[in-house]
Nanobody, 129 residues
Framework: QVQLVESGGGSVQAGGSLRLSCAAS??????????MGWFRQTPGKEREVVAM????????YYLDSVKGRFTISQDSATNTLNLQMNNVKPEDTAMYYC????????????????????WGQGTQVTVSS
């Protein structure tokens, strides 16, 4: 049974930093050919991908609004998927979800939430101005 558990969310002022981590059991983040990433959702809106690994696992995709500020990474020693969030903005306020798939492919495969088999429970990020 696969379980994903996020941590690291919280409240931060605009311009600050947060680091989200997702610990997995029953799934290995180092199998880098699978789609894996971070999504976020705000009330009344659809869940959107923020950052993800795709392709052969050495390719990353970022939502335009977070490019240059967020960095996705894997830690094989701890089997975690991480999201470093720098220079956060109030519009980054959302529930953030870690997601992992048993599918691999390009952006057209990995960008959509229905391609993911496993989800964490979410961690809230709140950015104040």
């Amino acid at each position: 049974q696969v379980q994903l558990v996020e941590s690291g969310g919280g409240s931060v002022q605009a311009g600050g930093s947060l680091r989200l981590s997702c610990a997995a059991s029953g799934y290995t983040f180092t199998v880098t050919s699978y789609c894996m990433g971070w999504f976020r959702q705000t009330p009344g809106k659809e869940r959107e991908v923020v950052a993800m690994f795709y392709g052969a696992g050495d390719r990353t995709y970022y939502l335009d609004s977070v490019k240059g500020r967020f960095t996705i990474s894997q830690d094989s020693a701890t089997n975690t998927l991480n999201l470093q969030m720098n220079n956060v903005k109030p519009e980054d306020t959302a529930m953030y979800y870690c997601a992992a798939s048993r599918l691999w492919g390009g952006i057209g495969v990995c960008k959509y939430e229905n391609r993911y088999h496993y989800w964490g429970q979410g961690t809230q990020v709140t950015v104040s101005s």
